[in-house]
């Protein structure tokens, strides 16, 4: 099977659930979430979406854990705004991504080396 249609879903469902937790969701354990990816299975029956939380890691497994919680709700809301004939069950999973960048963009600021060209580069 062509990896087409996963993809495709992937998108839509990535847009459809960000503006879920941006909007829906109420629960005031989920912080500040970033959708980074979403991953569909082959047959569409699974779908992985990764998600960076800004804050402490405890804070970020709690927010994992509320967005697990509300797993069936999104999954059910997804049912009614997309047109398909079986929504794939829904987990998410956390994404260190950002904050492996974060931490070193810090490292490289620390030695000393930044985006900006320096003094001794311009030659005015």
Do not use: C, W
């Not at 980074?36 to 804070?59: F, M, P, R």
């Not at 069936?72 to 794939?88: C, M, W």
């Not at 904050?99 to 930044?114: E, N, P, T, W």
């Amino acid at each position: 099977m062509s990896k087409h249609r996963p993809n495709r879903l992937a998108e839509t469902l990535k847009e459809e659930i960000s503006q879920l937790i941006r909007v829906e969701l109420k629960d005031p354990r989920i912080g500040f979430v970033t959708l980074t990816s979403v991953d569909v299975a082959d047959d569409l029956s699974h779908a992985k979406v990764y998600v960076s939380v800004l804050g402490t890691e405890e804070e970020g497994n709690v927010s994992l854990d509320a967005l697990n919680r509300a797993a069936g709700f999104v999954r059910s809301e997804i049912g009614k705004r997309v047109r398909l004939r079986h929504v794939p069950s829904i987990v998410f999973k956390y994404d260190p991504s950002i904050q492996h960048g974060a931490h070193i963009a810090r490292l490289l600021k620390d030695v000393g080396v930044s985006d900006e060209p320096s003094k001794e580069d311009s030659h005015e």
